[in-house]
Antibody, heavy 117, light 108 residues
Framework: EVQLVESGGGLVQPGGSLRLSCAASGFGFSRFEMNWVRQAPGKGLEWVSYISGRGGTIYYADSVKGRFTISRDNAKNSLYLQMNSLRVEDTAIYYC??????????WGQGTLVTVSS | SSELTQDPAVSVALGQTVRITCHGDSLRNYYASWYQQRPGQAPVLVIYGANNRPSGIPDRFSGSSSGNTASLTITAAQAEDEADFYCNSRDSSGNHYVFGTGTKVTVL
């Protein structure tokens, strides 16, 4: 059974940092591209970042480029999102999602990040 | 444009058919995928590619595309279909993804 479990969310002050993790199981993690997607409270879905199976190709949404860094450790079946210079508008539930030929076929349950003073 | 626009809300009587549309220039080059999100839950993929359903998705869900518009049709809607639905595709560059604005489906 495919499982994605996010962790690392919490309350952080504006300008602070946080590192999210996504533990994957039930599939060959290194063979799949992965994404982070977020959802602000009461709002729609927003794609955040993409990483290829081996980590050689990475893309970011303009809203987070230069502040967030996506990475993965295939030996640990884990995906990460390092978030720096956090802003109030980064407050959201952050989901990791498996990428299959351009669609996100499995999602974790998400981890809540709250940026507030 | 890299935007995908959807009607904010639609309603459908129990057992009737509803179509949700998604408009965007990138849909001329890329298929849309569709996601159902019930309150408090993570999104679930319901349609991908030309008109493909993942395992476990009822066949009352179907997809189509023409020009810059993708559509999700729910035939004989059930009470459990009440949810927010989002389309998703690559943007015009092909390197980024973009989600639609979302449609709230109410089953009456």
């Amino acid at each position: 059974e495919v499982q994605l479990v996010e962790s690392g969310g919490g309350l952080v002050q504006p300008g602070g940092s946080l590192r999210l993790s996504c533990a994957a199981s039930g599939f060959g993690f290194s063979r799949f591209e992965m994404n982070w997607v977020r959802q602000a409270p009461g709002k729609g879905l927003e794609w955040v970042s993409y990483i290829s199976g081996r980590g050689g190709t990475i893309y970011y949404a303009d809203s987070v480029k230069g502040r967030f860094t996506i990475s993965r450790d295939n030996a640990k079946n884990s995906l990460y999102l390092q978030m720096n210079s956090l802003r109030v508008e980064d407050t959201a539930i952050y989901y990791c999602a498996r990428d299959l030929r351009g669609e996100h076929d499995f999602w974790g349950q998400g981890t809540l990040v709250t940026v507030s003073s | 444009s890299s935007e995908l626009t959807q009607d904010p809300a639609v309603s459908v009587a129990l057992g009737q058919t509803v179509r949700i549309t998604c408009h965007g220039d990138s849909l001329r080059n890329y298929y849309a995928s569709w996601y159902q999100q019930r309150p408090g839950q993570a999104p679930v993929l319901v349609i991908y590619g030309a008109n493909n359903r993942p395992s476990g998705i009822p066949d009352r869900f179907s997809g189509s595309s023409s020009g810059n518009t993708a559509s999700l049709t729910i035939t004989a809607a059930q009470a459990e279909d009440e949810a927010d639905f989002y389309c998703n595709s690559r943007d015009s560059s092909g390197n980024h993804y973009v989600f639609g604005t979302g449609t709230k489906v109410t089953v009456l």
